[in-house]
């Protein structure tokens, strides 16, 4: 079992800047891949960003060069770095959590960027 707690969203004009936070419960290096899928209303669900236990990290064309993910190992804790934000990018952001063939899921963080 994987318990992941995301934080850091709000509310942010267009060109700002947010990070958002995503602690699990595991050591994360046991965990393969982490990743952030944002979902906006009346729209699937999309990858955003990921991150394997090697480093190797993976973007959505739509964000590459706006957005970084990353990791701080000794926290258990994954980011996403999101700058020059577009209203665009307005969503609900939920963590994954890939662990023994098995995939979990955060509770979610709203991001709304206003024009």
């Known amino acids: 079992q994987v318990q992941l707690v995301e934080s850091g969203g709000g509310l942010v004009e267009a060109g700002g800047s947010l990070r958002l936070s995503c602690a699990a419960s595991?050591?994360?290096?046991?965990?393969?891949?982490m990743a952030w899928y944002r979902q906006a209303p009346g729209k699937q669900r999309e990858l955003v960003a990921s991150?394997?236990?090697?480093?190797?990290?993976n973007y959505a064309d739509s964000v590459k060069g706006r957005f970084t993910i990353s990791r701080d190992i000794a926290k258990n804790t994954v980011y996403l770095q999101m700058n020059g934000l577009k209203p665009e990018d307005t969503a609900l952001y939920h963590c994954?959590?890939?662990?023994?063939?098995?995939?979990?899921w955060g509770q979610g963080t709203q991001v709304t960027v206003s024009s």
């Open positions: 595991i050591n994360i290096l046991s965990i393969n891949p």
């Open positions: 991150i394997t236990s090697t480093g190797i990290t």
């Open positions: 994954y959590a890939g662990h023994r063939g098995i995939g979990y």
